[in-house]
Every structure is written in C-alpha cells, then in structure tokens.
C-alpha cells in the first residue's frame, strides 16, 4: 500500500478499493451525510428541532446501508477492502463520524463497526483526533443545550 495515498499498488486490492468507493458514493455519502444535514447542519441553521419523520427516514435509510457495510465488506476481514487500512476506511470513517456532531452515535450498536472503528481509530493514531476536532465541539455543544 502506498503510504501517501492509502490505496495498494497491486491491481486486485486497487480494484476493491475503486468497488468500494464506487459504492460509497451513492450509498454511504448520501445516508450519512443526511442524517448530519437534518440534525446536525439544518437545526443549527433554522435554530429548530430537526423534522421528526424526515430524521427518522434517514436514520432507517442509513442503518440498512450500515448492515449492507457489515455484510459486504467487513463480512471476513478486518477493514473494507482487505487486511490493511486503505482510503475506502477513511472515506467511510469521515462519513460515520459525523453524525456525533449532534450527539449521535450510529455504530453503538454494531459491534462489528465498532471494532472496525476502534482499528482505523489506532491505525490512525493521533490524526483520527485531529481530524474530528470539529464534530466532538459540535457534540459537546448539542449536549450542552440538554
């Protein structure tokens, strides 16, 4: 794998990597980031409670993409595309992390995400952190308005 991009050099991993971002684009990106839009983005904008039906929609829109990341690519390996992190980890850690920006959790209750996470989380080291700064102040303010 090359260090620098987080994708192999070797055409059979490069290929799983393409799939899964292929995927990603019109599945993950879209139900993730909409829960984010609705709770997160939208409520701070309107200074109003987020719809509950357009909230619950997405939430079930993207707990049927979460089963389909579980079955489809961590179904007998440790990260999505193999046994090595890849940029299909960070796309999709990116998109899972935000909706805790309005204080929620959505691999609480997968187990499975959640060792996932916790590896590209110690993969990553002190970047993972770094690179979530954002959404753990925003979650803190949503706690703080409890």
């Known amino acids: 794998m090359s260090l620098s991009t987080g994708t192999p050099r070797q055409p059979e991993k490069r290929a799983r990597v393409d ?3 292929a995927w990603h684009h019109t599945n993950m990106r879209p139900h993730a980031s909409r829960v984010f839009i ?3 983005l939208m409520a701070r ?3 109003q409670a987020p719809d509950p039906m357009k909230l619950e929609k997405a939430l079930a829109d993207l707990s049927k993409t979460l089963e389909k990341l579980e079955d489809m690519f961590l179904k ?3 990260y999505l595309c193999g046994e090595d992190i890849t940029l299909a980890d960070l796309l999709a850690i990116c998109e899972l992390m935000q909706p805790l920006g309005g204080d929620r959790d959505i691999l ?3 187990p499975k995400l959640v060792a996932w996470k916790t590896r590209v989380q110690s993969a990553l080291n002190d970047s993972f952190e770094e690179g979530h700064k954002v959404l753990y102040r ?3 303010k949503s706690r703080a308005k409890l």
């Open 19 to 21: 799939e899964y971002t």
């Open 38 to 40: 609705i709770e997160v």
């Open 45 to 47: 904008m309107t200074a």
């Open 76 to 78: 007998r390996q440790a």
């Open 108 to 110: 609480k209750e997968r």
């Open 138 to 140: 925003l979650r803190d």
